[in-house]
């Protein structure tokens, strides 16, 4: 492979979560982060992916997760296990410590940046390891994860900056907390799963995979909505601090 096709694989994995991390940078309408801290939460999202392909490994060295899922019970357990809560335990971990004293964090949509930040760092990384684990077609690996991995990823990282920025701030008890990891791995293992079941190969393939696609629209239907909610709670309380700290 020449520079100029390097080059071009990287851009190819690299521009949709820019362009998402860009969309919710403008969105971030009342107090944006400055970009040093983004390309921070971007770089530990890069760490992130590293911790969860070290969790992934050892569950596969372990023998504790299927290769090839033979029926739609192992798919769900590999959606799972093998891959959701992995890798949103090493998202969580990175965007707390992203997040633990960091000034910046004064409005409850900046922890859907932060978050989004570090998911899009996760999927750049993934992004690179898939394209160039398949060079022969990448052009088509590139398309398919720009139009579903990678909103993907971003949609469960809208989902853990909401729910941890609604701890934060007080507007959810600390007895329902765990939704910051919860709420984000069940978005990623129905997705995972629905994917890893209709490639088990029967009569019902077709239809899971039109599964697949509506459950892929209401996610984002979801994620826009709770985008808007924090939103217009930052401008119904521009003048926010963390519950314990008022």
């Not at 994995?13 to 801290?37: C, G, H, M, N, T």
């Not at 490994?57 to 029926?71: H, I, K």
């Amino acid at each position: 492979m020449n520079m100029n096709n390097l080059y071009t694989v990287i851009l190819a994995a690299i521009l949709p979560p820019f362009l998402l991390i860009l969309y919710v940078w403008w969105k971030d309408k009342y107090q944006r982060e400055p970009f040093s801290q983004m390309a921070k939460g971007f770089l530990y999202g890069v760490v992130s992916a590293g911790i969860a392909l070290l969790l992934e490994t050892g569950l596969q060295m372990f023998a504790l997760v299927p290769d090839e899922p033979a029926s739609f019970l192992q798919a769900l357990w590999k959606a799972f296990l093998g891959a959701a809560i992995p890798e949103e335990i090493a998202k969580l971990l990175m965007l707390w410590l992203l997040l633990r004293r960091n000034k910046y964090f004064d409005e409850r949509f900046d922890g859907i940046v932060y978050a989004a930040c570090v998911g899009m760092g996760f999927a750049a990384t993934e992004n690179i390891i898939y394209l160039f684990s398949n060079l022969d077609n990448w052009q088509s690996v590139a398309v398919g994860r720009a139009m579903f991995a990678v909103p993907g990823h971003f949609m469960f990282a809208v989902a853990m900056g909401y729910f941890y920025a609604m701890v934060y701030f007080g507007d959810m008890s600390l007895r329902k907390a765990n939704r910051v990891f919860w709420v984000p791995v069940l978005l990623h293992g129905t997705y995972d799963g629905l994917l890893f079941m209709s490639n088990v190969g029967t009569m019902w393939s077709g239809i899971i995979l039109v599964c697949f696609y509506i459950f892929c629209f209401d996610m984002l239907k979801y994620g826009r909505k709770r985008i808007d909610e924090h939103l217009a709670r930052d401008k119904k309380d521009p003048t926010q601090a963390a519950y314990w700290q008022e």
